[in-house]
């Protein structure tokens, strides 16, 4: 059975690297850079050291795992992902690139299920989890929130990257009627696509405080659709033109806007963890 998350970003890299996401494109013009600047800022507004825990919900075909330890030091990572087939390439990844450990470390399954933190993290409570421009594909962003909060250690720090309904977009409007297309086409939940005082109001529902948002979308959606090395006669190139033009179209209709968000877990009555 085919996936919609597979490998089909491999095309979009140079030889040896496997990135996935929208990348970070202030600077980078190809899209391994991009990417790469993307997760850096990521790990850098988590605050990542070498004292990190790191939980990794969604990590892709696993450069962003090396990243983490290699680049940050992190002491240590764990990580669920839904997709089989970037599970395997991750773990393949990891142990050829000496960490056998890390390897045995993350697991193939849907980050919504709760049985999936408690078997990634034997027992462990993460200083950090991270969702590195995946969460808006999750089932439920709110529900992982609450997963999230309830498996991190006191004063842990979350972080993602992320798509917020812009403030000036209208919900009752044709230019809506399209985004809701988009999503369905692009399997994301529309109740993942809420505005930034909706966004805020989960995370402290969810039990989380001191909240930083920052507005990257310059930097993220209009370069995509021209980023990236794109291999002659590659199948996969129809879904990523389409994808590109969308972001262009949001961005400039401001309609989405994309964000680095990091919250720190607070501690509050009744919480058993």
Not at 45 to 65: N, Y
Not at 138 to 150: C, P
Not at 222 to 241: D, E, H, I
């Amino acid at each position: 059975m085919s996936e919609f998350h597979d490998l089909a970003e491999l095309a979009l890299n140079r030889e040896g690297q496997s990135w996935g996401n929208l990348g970070y494109w202030e600077t980078a013009t190809e899209y391994s850079d991009a990417c790469r600047a993307l997760a850096i800022l990521l790990g850098e507004q988590a605050g990542l050291d070498r004292q990190s825990v790191v939980f990794d919900a969604g990590f892709g075909c696993g450069d962003q795992l090396l990243l983490w330890l290699e680049h940050f030091r992190a002491s240590q990572i764990y990580g669920a992902n839904l997709s089989r087939s970037q599970t395997a390439f991750a773990k393949n990844l990891l142990a050829h690139k000496g960490y056998p450990e890390a390897s045995r470390a993350i697991l193939q399954g849907d980050i919504n299920d709760p049985d999936i933190w408690t078997a990634a993290l034997a027992r462990e409570k993460p200083s950090h989890v991270l969702a590195l421009d995946c969460a808006y594909h999750f089932t439920s962003r709110l529900e992982f929130l609450g997963l999230a909060h309830q498996h991190l250690a006191p004063m842990g720090q979350l972080a993602l990257t992320d798509f917020l309904l812009s403030d000036q977009h209208e919900t009752g409007s044709f230019r809506h009627r399209l985004l809701r297309w988009m999503l369905k086409r692009s399997h994301i939940e529309e109740t993942n696509i809420v505005k930034l005082d909706v966004y805020r109001r989960q995370l402290e529902e969810t039990g989380f405080g001191e909240i930083r948002v920052i507005d990257i979308s310059e930097h993220v959606m209009p370069a995509f659709s021209t980023g990236g090395t794109r291999k002659p006669g590659w199948s996969g190139r129809t879904k990523y033109a389409v994808t590109g033009r969308f972001l262009k179209w949001a961005y400039r209709r401001s309609i989405l806007r994309y964000c680095v968000i990091s919250a720190t877990k607070i501690e509050v009555r009744n919480d058993p963890n």
